[in-house]
Structures are given as structure tokens and as C-alpha cells.
């Protein structure tokens, strides 16, 4: 903090603390549970998980509540900001949004008076490194990160005039609709990858369906039938569409093994560089590719093996959404992993399948709600069953082995291209944000 307040002093602009900016007294959000959210009809319930690390709000539906109080709703320019945990300091500024809105308990709203401060400007500060810094000097290390209503109250923030004010608001609203513009050429090339498989699979886009297929009823053959399954849903025409198109063979086939992980109590967890990473579905993306973020470190056990290389990671357990997610493990770093109880392992015969055209497959399943209408559930949650993995069929276009192989890496090369591009539309989008908060930093803060 000592480096912090000298650092501050010189500023290019005097300093003022948040409280002298403020309409009101901070407000801490409704301490309510979150529901899920059907439609945009229903008020929504943010919570600091919605939040990204630039202060955006997601695009998914997100949650609701079942007690609404008025007091909670948020307002156009409502400057909303996290109080503990891992986001602690991180900000959002409410716009204006078809549908109302309550903020959650984890967090903070505050009013601007507009008359002496932009909020704009405020959110922007709350983005630069200097507020960085401070949320690093000044919060509380308890048995998680905490900063008070009182504490952000005491946060300087330089004032320059309105002129450049307006200037940083406006080199920051360009940065973030040019980031938008940037990610979203990202998810139009990412979507790319299924319009690949569906048509090197053959796979039909048209909805031939009679209105029966549609509806409750349709046919099985009672020799299509399984001794543990008489749920409509699963014999569904739509699943065989993904599952029995070309030739296929049974996963069980094309694997040496599959290999369960296991489950740890939150107090088995360690500290980062002192343990092994263990991977959870939360560290597998929408795109089937890993992500070390909010990783989780567990003790070396000497009877648990580490995770090999090359194998395929299979989200086999957890909310009915996330059933299905898959990714490649590469293992380029060399790390040592262990996997949860929720990931299955899958070690496959290569002269048979590609591990990463099978996770393409697998994906392809998840994303279409294949594993969304065959998973069953037990223990409060969704999960597909070992041997239900082991049966699904995996297209492979040819029994020729090495017609097969060929055809797969085409595949492989063609979607991993895909990646690539839209790797560089984010990159560039990170790039664009870093270089507005540089600009800005000079304009009020100095070299």
C-alpha cells in the first residue's frame, strides 16, 4: 500500500476518493439463490460470475431469483463491483438491457454522481493497472480475498476535466465494440468446425421428421431396445443421426482403456506449486480445448497414476450442459495431472482413430444434445454411464484402416486450422484492450 500511495501522488491529475463521487451510500446485493433462467421475459440475477475479466456481462440467459425486491434492481450507469473471493475488485457498469435486472451479495453497487464524474470514466478506471494495484494492497486476506463497502469507499481516482474524461470513455467504448467485432468473427469461424464434420459425415441438416417423430411418438424396433433403457428420449430418430451415419464402430472398440479420476474434498486442495494440477470440466471450453484457469492443486498420490499423454478427456458427469464436453490432451508443457472423478480418461487404439478426431466426434455429440437426451442421473447429478460410453457408435467412413486415418487427419488438419484463425481473433481483441488501457493510463496517469 506505501508503494501504491507513492505511486499515486504522481498521478497527472489530483486524486479524489470514491465516496466524494458517490449519489448514496454503497449498497450490498440480494442474498438470494440463484434459479435457472428459462427466458429473457424473467428478471435476471447477476452474479460476479457473469462477469468476464474486462467488466462484460455474458450473453447467456444466466439465473433468476424467486424473491424479487425492488431495491436490488440496477439501474442504467450503476457501477457494480466484487467484495471477496478469487474476483475480488472486479467491476461492471450496468447499460440499458431489454429485461430488468437484481445484482447479487458478492456484491457492491455504487452511484455516481454524474455532475462531478463520468461513470463511464470510473468503470474505465476500475480496468487500468493502478486499481489493480490497490485491490492488491488494500484487500483483507481471510479464508478469502474481502474488501468492504468502507475500504472502496477510500479509493482515489485522478479527476481530470470532463473534456478528457469524455476522451478515455471514448477510447475505451471503441476498444470494447472492437473486441466485440473481434470475438465474434471468433465464434463464426469456431461454429465453422460442425459445419466441417456434418458434412464430411454426410450427416443431414433437413428436418425430414414426420409430426409423430416430432412429437411424443414414434417407432422403435423392439430388437433395437436395450434391458435399461425405456425412456422415449433416448431412442429418438435425432440421435441416430449423428451416431449411425457412414460407417461407425463402437468407442469400446477403437480404445485400450478407460480410466476414471477421482473426487477430493475442497480440503485436499492446495496451493498453486505444491501439488498436482487436477483437470476439471471447468478447465475444458465450449470448443473441447483446455484452458489452465482457476486451476485446482491436489497432494502426489503415490497409487494414483498421472494422466498419459495423447489421451482423450471426457466430461462423463455434472449439470446435463456440460455432459459430453471433451478435449485433447496434448501434454505439450509435460505437466503431471490428475483428472476429477467427473473425467474419463480415454486411451485409444491410433491405428483405428485419431484421439483428436475423436474429440471433434464427441464434441460434435455434445454440442447437438446427444449426450443431453441419453444421460441418466443418479446422486442429484447428470452423467453418462461407462458402459453407455463404450457403446456409442463413432463414425469412421470406411472400414479401411488407412482410408479411415486419412480421411480423419484431413478433418483433424482442416478444424485445427480453424482454431488457429479464430486463436488470432482473440489474440488481436486482447490486443486491442491492452493497447486502450496503455493510452488511457498515459493520458491520466503518466508513463
Request: with cysteine.
Amino acid at each position: 500500500m506505501v508503494i501504491y500511495n507513492r505511486n499515486v501522488h504522481n498521478f497527472l491529475f489530483p486524486t479524489v476518493p470514491l465516496k466524494d463521487l458517490l449519489l448514496c451510500e454503497p449498497q450490498y446485493g440480494a442474498n438470494e439463490k440463484g434459479l435457472s433462467r428459462s427466458s429473457e421475459e424473467q428478471v435476471r440475477y447477476i452474479r460476479i460470475t457473469d462477469i468476464d475479466d474486462f467488466g462484460l456481462l455474458s450473453d447467456e440467459l444466466g439465473a433468476t431469483v424467486a424473491n424479487i425486491e425492488e431495491q436490488y434492481l440496477i439501474q442504467p450507469m450503476d457501477l457494480l463491483i466484487a467484495r471477496s473471493g478469487a474476483t475480488v475488485g472486479k467491476s461492471y457498469i450496468h447499460k440499458e438491457l431489454s429485461y430488468p435486472c437484481i445484482f447479487a451479495g458478492y456484491m457492491i453497487r455504487f452511484i455516481i454522481n454524474n455532475l462531478r464524474v463520468l461513470p463511464e470514466y470510473v468503470f474505465a478506471y476500475t480496468q487500468l493497472s493502478p486499481y489493480k494495484d490497490w485491490v492488491k494492497a488494500i484487500q483483507r486476506a481471510a479464508a478469502q480475498p474481502n474488501i468492504n463497502a468502507e475500504e472502496y469507499k477510500s479509493l482515489r481516482i485522478p479527476l481530470p476535466d470532463f473534456k478528457i474524461q469524455k476522451s478515455v470513455v471514448s477510447i475505451m467504448r471503441k476498444a470494447y465494440e472492437d473486441k466485440r467485432i473481434k470475438e465474434s468473427n471468433a465464434i463464426k469461424l469456431l461454429e465453422l468446425t460442425d459445419t466441417v464434420l456434418i458434412k464430411e459425415l454426410g450427416i443431414s441438416t433437413e428436418d425430414n421428421s414426420t409430426l409423430n417423430d416430432r412429437g411424443c411418438i414414434f417407432c422403435v424396433q423392439y430388437c433395437d431396445i436395450t434391458e435399461s433403457r425405456f425412456d422415449p428420449i433416448y431412442y429418438n430418430a435425432n440421435i441416430k443421426r449423428f451416431t449411425h451415419c457412414t460407417y461407425s464402430e463402437r468407442l469400446s472398440s477403437l480404445a485400450y482403456a478407460f480410466i476414471p479420476g477421482f473426487a477430493v474434498g475442497r480440503q485436499d486442495q492446495i496451493e498453486k506449486g505444491e501439488g498436482i494440477l487436477q483437470i476439471r470440466p471447468t478447465n475444458i471450453d465450449n470448443n473441447g480445448r483446455l484452458k489452465y484457469e482457476k486451476n485446482v492443486y491436489v497432494p502426489e498420490m503415490e497409487d494414483v497414476p498421472f494422466v498419459k499423454s495423447g489421451v482423450v478427456l471426457f466430461n462423463n458427469t455434472n449439470s446435463q450442459e456440460w455432459v459430453g464436453k471433451t478435449a485433447y490432451f496434448a501434454n505439450e508443457e509435460k505437466r503431471n495431472v490428475y483428472t476429477s472423478n467427473h473425467i474419463t480418461a480415454i486411451d485409444v487404439d491410433r491405428s483405428k482413430v485419431l484421439p483428436e478426431y475423436l474429440c471433434a466426434i464427441l464434441n460434435l455429440y455434445q454440442r447437438h444434445k446427444v449426450f443431453y437426451s441419453i444421460c441418466t442421473n443418479w446422486n442429484n447429478q447428470s452423467g453418462v454411464s461407462l458402459d453407455l460410453l463404450k457403446s456409442l457408435h463413432i463414425p469412421l467412413f470406411t472400414n479401411d484402416r488407412k482410408e479411415s486415418l486419412r480421411r480423419q487427419q484431413e478433418i483433424v488438419d482442416r478444424i485445427n486450422a480453424i482454431y488457429k484463425e479464430a486463436d488470432e481473433c482473440i489474440l488481436s481483441a486482447k490486443r486491442i484492450m491492452n493497447e486502450a488501457k496503455a493510452k488511457v493510463e498515459s493520458m491520466i496517469i503518466g508513463e
